[in-house]
C-alpha cells in the first residue's frame, strides 16, 4: 500500500511516497481502506519531530480519517465489514490502509461524504467541546473567532452559529473575512487592518465579547482580550502564529473574566466521557444536515507536499484533505 512513511524527523517537502505492506489487525481493531484523510496543522509539526510529544519513528502521520472498512479483528461487535466509518486516531490515517481501534470509529452518517467525514474528526469535535463544556456559550452571546478562515476558524464559526450565538469572524484579509461570512460569521473585523480594534468596538460596543476562540496567539489573541465583556471566557486553542503570548494578570481581574485551556489531545485521556458526549453531539448535527463541515481542499495523494504547505503558506480555507482513493 502507499503511504506517507516517516523514517526521520524532516520537513514534509524532504519526505517520499512508500509502498509498505498491508499491516496485520489485532482482535479489537480494523483494517479500514482510507479514502480521505485531514491534514492538521499539527501532522506538519509532527512530521517535523517539533510536535510537543515525539512519534517514534518510524511512523505515519494522520489522525482524521474517513473510509470503508475492509476486515474486523475478531473482538469487534457492531460493525460489518464494508461499511463507511470515520473518526480520530493518533496516527497512520495518510496511507491507503489504517490499522483503527474499533472504539475509535464512528459510522459515517448517509449523505456526509468521505471528505466531510475526515473534516468533521477533530476540529468539530474539538471546538463543540470547547464551546459547550469550556466556554458555556449561551444564545444571544457575542463570540469572536479568530484565524477565522482556517480549519479550527471555521469551525468555531459554524458551530457557535449553530449555538445560536452572533459570531465575529477575524481575520487577516479582506479575502479571509468574506470566507468567513461565507461560513457564517454574521460580522467580521479584518485584523491586517491597523484599525481593527476600532472594527471590532464598533461591533461590540461597551459590552464587549462573550467568548473569544483563539487558534492563533500572539499580539492579535493579547490585544482581543482586552475586548472581552465581564465574565468573559478565552478559550486558548493553539498558536499558529508561533508566539504565545503573556497575558498580563490584571485582565481577567479586571473583567472578571476567564482564561480556559482547550487540549484535545489531553481530553482523551483526562476526560473521555467528555469527548464521547462532544462526538454524539457532532454526529447528531451531521446526522440532521444542520452541520456540513467546510473543506478547503482536496489534494490526491501524489501531492501530499502540496496539501501539506497549503498550511504553512498561511493560504488554508477550512480543513486540507489529503484524498487516498486518489493516487494521483
Ligand atoms: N488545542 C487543540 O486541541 C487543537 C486542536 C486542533 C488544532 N489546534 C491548533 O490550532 C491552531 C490552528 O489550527 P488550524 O487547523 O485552524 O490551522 P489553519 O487551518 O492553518 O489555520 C490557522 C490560521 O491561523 C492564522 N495564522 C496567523 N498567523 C499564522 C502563521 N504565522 N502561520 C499560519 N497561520 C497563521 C491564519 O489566519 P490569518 O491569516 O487570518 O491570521 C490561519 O487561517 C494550530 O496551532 C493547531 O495546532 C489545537
Not at 482510507?34 to 515525539?54: E, I, M, P, S, W
Not at 457575542?142 to 452572533?166: E, N
Not at 482547550?262 to 444536515?289: C, F, N, T
Request: one cysteine or more; hydrophobic letters at 50%; proline letters at 5%.
Amino acid at each position: 500500500m502507499r503511504a506517507i512513511h516517516v523514517t526521520e524527523f524532516r520537513n514534509i517537502n524532504d519526505i517520499a511516497l512508500s509502498d509498505l505492506p498491508e499491516p496485520a489487525i489485532g482482535p479489537d481493531q480494523a483494517l479500514v481502506r482510507v479514502h480521505a484523510a485531514g491534514v492538521g496543522f499539527v501532522d506538519g509539526l509532527k512530521v517535523q519531530g517539533l510536535y510537543q510529544t515525539r512519534d517514534p519513528l518510524p511512523f505515519i502521520p494522520g489522525s482524521e480519517f474517513a473510509g470503508v472498512i475492509e476486515r474486523l479483528g475478531d473482538n469487534v461487535q457492531g460493525f460489518t465489514v464494508g461499511e463507511r466509518v470515520m473518526g480520530l486516531v493518533w496516527n497512520g490515517s495518510m496511507a491507503e490502509k489504517a490499522v483503527i481501534p474499533a472504539r475509535s470509529m464512528e459510522r459515517i452518517p448517509e449523505g456526509v461524504d468521505f471528505s466531510a467525514a475526515a473534516a468533521a474528526s477533530a476540529n468539530y469535535v474539538t471546538v463543540t467541546y470547547a464551546l459547550t463544556e469550556l466556554g458555556k456559550v449561551r444564545k444571544g452571546e457575542t463570540v469572536l473567532v479568530l484565524g477565522a478562515s482556517g480549519g479550527i476558524g471555521c469551525a468555531a464559526i459554524q458551530l457557535a452559529a449553530l449555538l445560536g450565538a452572533r459570531v465575529i469572524g477575524a481575520a487577516s484579509s479582506a479575502e479571509k473575512c468574506a470566507f468567513a461570512r461565507e461560513a457564517g460569521a454574521q460580522e467580521v473585523v479584518n485584523y491586517g487592518d491597523p484599525d481593527w480594534r476600532e472594527q471590532l468596538k464598533a461591533l461590540t460596543g461597551k459590552r464587549g465579547v462573550d467568548v473569544i476562540v483563539d487558534p492563533i496567539g500572539g499580539e492579535i489573541g493579547l490585544l482581543a482580550f482586552r475586548h472581552m465583556a465581564w465574565g468573559g471566557r478565552f478559550l486558548v486553542v493553539g498558536f499558529a502564529s508561533g508566539q504565545i503570548p503573556a497575558l498580563p494578570f490584571n485582565l481577567p481581574l479586571l473583567k472578571g473574566a476567564t482564561l480556559i485551556g482547550v487540549d484535545a489531545a489531553q481530553l482523551r485521556l483526562h476526560a473521555p466521557e467528555l469527548r464521547a458526549k462532544a462526538v454524539a453531539q457532532v454526529m447528531a448535527w451531521l446526522q440532521s444536515g444542520a452541520l456540513r463541515p467546510i473543506v478547503g481542499g482536496e489534494y490526491p495523494l501524489a501531492r501530499f507536499k502540496e496539501a501539506f504547505n497549503a498550511l504553512d503558506g498561511r493560504a488554508a480555507r477550512g480543513k486540507i484533505i489529503l484524498r487516498l482513493d486518489d493516487l494521483g
